[in-house]
């Protein structure tokens, strides 16, 4: 069975300082890959997407993600990270063989000033 | 692309009152989605259509739950007889797609029921 993890529930981070948040997936068949966004009282907000081809994939708000098969992984990247980053950030799985979207657990993004 | 969009944001309704929420999706989108999220957790999977068709519904989700998809367009998910448990985030996803899961699903701000 498909499974994703997020190993940390929290990672807090000095503003304009890198982040890196952590996904790791199971799965014998090939997937497809999302970062979503959630900002408090809100709806999630996807933020990249790997489908196929280059492994690193730029989203939005300066976010990035690097697709590795080999240590199925999928983390999310910032350079520098602002306030307004401040949010949970969920992984999740999908394949072609199914619509459903396996979820990580989230990791929540704080930012200190 | 108005994205979508979901109303009530917020309903706040006695224990055993029956609640209903509303999701309109993205127009072209043939893919519905509901979810359920409490605070702390990731989204929950309750019921997902395709075109008009609901084809598959969670086992978690009990009978006091039901979802339409008149014509294919808007959705609406009604709880009968809320319990304290029920409260939650309910939201809305929509997507294009007719096999697996290469397209990204786009999610409303959520319905957020209290029950009191």
């Known amino acids: 069975a498909q499974s994703v993890t997020q190993l940390d529930s929290q990672v807090p981070v000095f503003e304009e300082a890198p982040v890196e948040l952590r996904c790791n997936y199971s799965?014998?068949?090939?997937?497809?890959l999302f970062w979503y966004v959630q900002y408090p009282n809100q709806g999630l907000q996807l933020l990249l997407k790997?489908?196929?081809?280059s492994t690193l994939v730029k989203g939005i708000n300066g976010f990035e993600a690097e697709f590795n098969k080999s240590q199925t992984s999928f983390h999310l990247r910032k350079p520098s990270v602002h306030i307004s980053d401040t949010a949970e950030y969920f992984c999740?799985?999908?394949?072609?063989?199914?619509?459903?979207?396996?979820w990580g657990a989230g990791t929540k993004l704080i930012i200190k000033p | 692309d108005t994205g979508v969009s979901q109303d009530p944001r917020h309903k706040i309704t006695k224990r055993g009152q029956n609640v209903t929420f509303r999701c309109d999706p993205i127009?072209?989108?043939?893919?519905l989605y509901w979810y359920r999220q409490t605070l702390g957790q990731g989204p929950e999977f309750l019921t997902y259509?395709?075109?008009?068709?609901?084809?598959?519904k969670s086992r978690l989700l009990s009978d006091r739950f039901s979802a339409e998809r008149p014509k294919g367009s808007f959705s609406t998910l009604e709880i009968q007889r809320t319990e304290q448990g029920d409260s939650a985030m309910y939201l809305c996803?929509?997507?294009?797609?007719?096999?697996?899961?290469?397209?990204?699903?786009?999610f409303g701000d959520g319905t957020r029921l209290s029950i009191l």
């Open positions: 799965s014998s068949v090939s997937v497809y």
């Open positions: 999740a799985v999908s394949m072609d063989s199914n619509y459903q979207l396996i």
């Open positions: 127009s072209e989108h043939n893919r």
């Open positions: 259509f395709q075109n008009e068709a609901q084809l598959e």
């Open positions: 996803a929509s997507s294009l797609g007719t096999g697996g899961g290469n397209q990204p699903q786009h």
């Open positions: 790997y489908l196929s081809g």
